[in-house]
């Protein structure tokens, strides 16, 4: 009977906690999950002997307390539930609705994370995966109060549990509570954590402190009194008091110092608290007035919050007596910040005030956790307060327990290669939560990620970079291209440069002037064009960036010459017959007159071969184009007043060492077997065909086209001839001529 009168106790001491924050609060539905809870834990006893559901009484008590809403409130007593006893999701959710349903969820999920205590970073994303994975910051808030209520009883467990739970709230919960700036609690949590995991040294501080606490709590009040009489002088309305530091801090500041508590002078600090900012400043003001400044300790966090909303001035002064304390000064508005962190933003708004104009941007952090600012009663406040703060982030487990952060989004690749690269560049599958998953399964935080790798591994694909969120992750595959795959690199590197060449409006041929490929390696810092179609065939430079930076240098170095330059030309042309004349270096096997080392091309609508008569035209932007001197576009151009200007004489090297593509047309009966008689003969001669085409043309005729590579007219000739020779063909022509 008496359990039953202490459970009574406890839940009437948190009606009367919801009701001094909430005098009108309806307390049905706080009741019903009370009883529900109450009914659920029954018989289950905590290690002290009490019975359980006192736990999750005094959990919703400092809910209350911090001043959480009603869903808070009932899910915090229920927060257990589906944990410990026989009730399930569906069960809340009938009950309570799903809000309350989905936040008992997360607390419980939270609960079963597991962690063992790591490195600094680690514990970092520990922290981040955990507020990730509590999407409705009330299962954080929860999870808090649980914690400090278990922190508070911690003593009736075994030394294990002390000291494990001890050091995962030092680590975890104490730097959540800080980030959500819940000062107080993140003092509380850190003290009893400090009890368990060095007991001596909790203990040899608290010894050294009540023995001086009589001339602590002396100095304390003469300080105060003095500000305060000060103050009242200037008509400052103000509230202020002293505290002894909380335990952890002047622990820290023992050990990183590696001082005694002897030497550790500012053992207290005052708040001084008023109504508004302007006073915290002339209050800054009087204090400074009054005592000496601690030089480089004035921090100013009104006009920078801190990125937890913290705000209040903070300076060190020295008394009379030569010891050094910090006053904070704050607005009653900040101090309930301080002390409650994103808890007080939603008490302040769900009271009588309301949000006034002007608080908008006080409320903008929290606003960043909204994810659905539209429903902003009062009451729903925080159904909607979500915590996407790491949105654009997910965290995940190795096998071992490591916690891998990645970007949202991140898939399997990108976890692989955050282990290491050899890792990634063998996986040959994944496991997430222990099932196969494909390559682009999208994790989600908590998992736990198994990389499957074999040493017969052909290595990373193409399409992993499109799947890889990470950019370490696409850097390191880029890598494994550039270093296992260089052939390849060049062949599908040039393929793309071409076609973004050609998107451009660039011709390739451009490449053959090589005064113009010196200009743009340099350009690209690359040492040759084989390694620039390597970097971008592994992605170490985008085809599109090649092509935009070498844009200019090729349109300038093709740009039509103007009438001048053509004179220029001219003046070349002398200049050269008279003095290197022999120096003239041939490109194609090809000489222009006056041109060194100019760009040539050999036209397609004659194919000129060695022997034929050529001539020279200077195109816009694409160099000299070679035509032959019976070829109709020659014919016909030379008289055009236009493009009369642009002919130039030509002629072939003596040693023309290329061989040349060129056309024959066939004009033959038509006859079944003609093409394959015609590549048996063309095969017969070794000659090199590109491309052999054939088609009947009506009335009994045939037409075929022969692309094909010569040395010179004389092996176009016999190969005419030979063509000639088999039977139907009635006549072989050069193309265009
Ligand atoms: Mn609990």
Redesign the pocket.
């Known amino acids: 009977m008496a359990e039953l009168t202490l459970v009574e106790e406890m839940y009437k001491r948190l009606e009367e906690t919801i009701r001094a924050g909430n005098p009108g609060a309806d307390l049905t539905r706080v009741r019903a999950a009370f009883e529900l809870a109450e009914k659920a834990h029954a018989g289950h006893k905590r290690r002290d002997g009490t019975p359980y559901v006192t736990?999750?009484i005094a959990?919703a008590e400092i809910t209350a307390e911090i001043g959480l809403d009603e869903v808070s409130i009932v899910s915090a007593l229920l927060?257990?539930c589906i944990e410990d006893t026989g009730i399930t999701y569906e069960d809340i959710k009938k009950q309570f609705g799903q809000t309350v349903a989905d936040i008992v969820e997360g607390v419980t999920k939270l609960t079963r994370v597991q962690y063992t205590s790591k490195e600094d970073e680690q514990m970092e994303n520990i922290r981040k995966m955990l507020m990730a994975m509590a999407k409705d910051i009330r299962v954080i808030l929860i999870k808090i109060a649980?914690r400090l209520h278990?922190m508070r009883t911690m003593d009736y467990q075994t030394e294990e549990k002390q000291r494990s739970k001890s050091l995962e709230t030092m680590e975890i919960y104490a730097p959540i509570a800080h980030r959500l700036g819940m000062q107080k609690i993140k003092w509380e949590l850190e003290d009893l954590s400090l009890l368990y995991l060095d007991p001596i040294g909790f203990k040899e501080i608290t010894n050294i402190l009540n023995e001086r606490m009589d001339t602590l709590k002396e100095f304390m009040s003469s300080v105060e009194n003095r500000i305060k009489a000060r103050l009242d002088d200037w008509g400052i309305n103000s509230t202020i008091y002293g505290r002894i530091k909380h335990i952890y801090s002047i622990y820290r500041k023992m050990y990183s110092q590696k001082r005694g508590l002897d030497e550790i002078f500012d053992l207290c600090a005052f708040r001084v608290i008023v109504d508004n900012i302007t006073d915290c400043y002339n209050v800054l003001g009087h204090i400074h007035d009054m005592f000496k400044l601690v030089p480089g300790r004035f921090k100013d966090y009104i006009s920078t919050p801190k990125p937890n909303m913290y705000q209040s001035v903070h300076t060190t002064v020295i008394g009379n007596e030569g010891i050094p304390f910090e006053v904070q000064i704050r607005t009653w508005e900040m101090h309930h910040t301080a002390e409650y962190g994103v808890a007080a933003h939603w008490k302040y708004k769900s009271g009588e005030q309301g949000i006034r104009p002007g608080d908008e941007e006080k409320f903008a952090w929290i606003r960043r956790l909204l994810e659905n600012q539209q429903d902003s009663e009062a009451q729903d406040f925080f159904h909607d307060l979500k915590i996407d703060m790491f949105a654009d982030e997910v965290f995940v487990f190795t096998p071992k327990g490591d916690v891998i952060n990645l970007p949202a989004g991140a898939t399997p690749i990108d976890f692989a290669y955050s282990i290491h690269s050899a890792i990634g560049n063998t996986m040959v599958g994944a496991k997430v939560n222990g099932r196969l998953v494909p390559f682009d399964h999208v994790l989600q935080n908590g998992d736990i990620v198994d990389i499957i790798t074999s040493k017969s591994s052909s290595g990373p694909s193409r399409d992993w970079l499109k799947l890889a969120k990470s950019g370490s992750a696409r850097t390191k595959i880029k890598q494994w291209f550039k270093k296992e795959r260089r052939e390849e690199n060049i062949i599908h590197g040039k393929a793309m440069f071409e076609s973004e060449m050609k998107r451009a409006g660039l011709s390739m041929s451009s490449l053959n002037d090589e005064e113009l490929v010196s200009i743009i390696l340099e350009k690209l810092s690359v040492p040759s064009l084989d390694d620039m179609y390597s970097a971008i065939g592994y992605g170490g430079m985008t085809a599109v960036r090649a092509v935009n930076r070498i844009k200019d240098e090729i349109i300038k170095a093709q740009r039509p010459p103007a009438k001048s330059v053509l004179d220029k030309l001219n003046e070349q042309v002398e200049r050269h017959a008279r003095i290197h004349q022999k120096n003239i270096k041939a490109v194609h096997g090809v000489l222009v007159e006056g041109l060194d080392n100019c760009l040539i091309k050999l036209s397609r609508c004659c194919t000129p071969v060695p022997g034929d008569e050529i001539v020279g035209f200077i195109t816009r932007g694409h160099g000299v184009s070679i035509h032959r001197r019976d070829c109709p576009n020659y014919i016909n151009g030379i008289n055009n007043p236009e493009d009369g200007g642009r002919w130039v004489n030509v002629s072939w090297a003596d040693n023309p060492t290329d061989s040349y593509t060129t056309t024959v047309k066939i004009l033959a009966k038509e006859r079944s077997g003609l093409v394959m008689d015609l590549a048996t003969e063309l095969n017969s001669m070794n000659a090199k065909v590109r491309s052999l085409s054939a088609r009947d043309v009506g009335g009994g005729k045939s037409t075929a086209t022969v692309t094909l590579e010569v040395k010179n007219l004389e092996d176009l000739k016999v190969l005419i001839n030979r063509l000639n020779s088999i039977s139907g063909v009635s006549e072989v022509v050069r193309a265009g001529g």
């Open positions: 736990h999750v959990a927060h257990d649980d278990n």
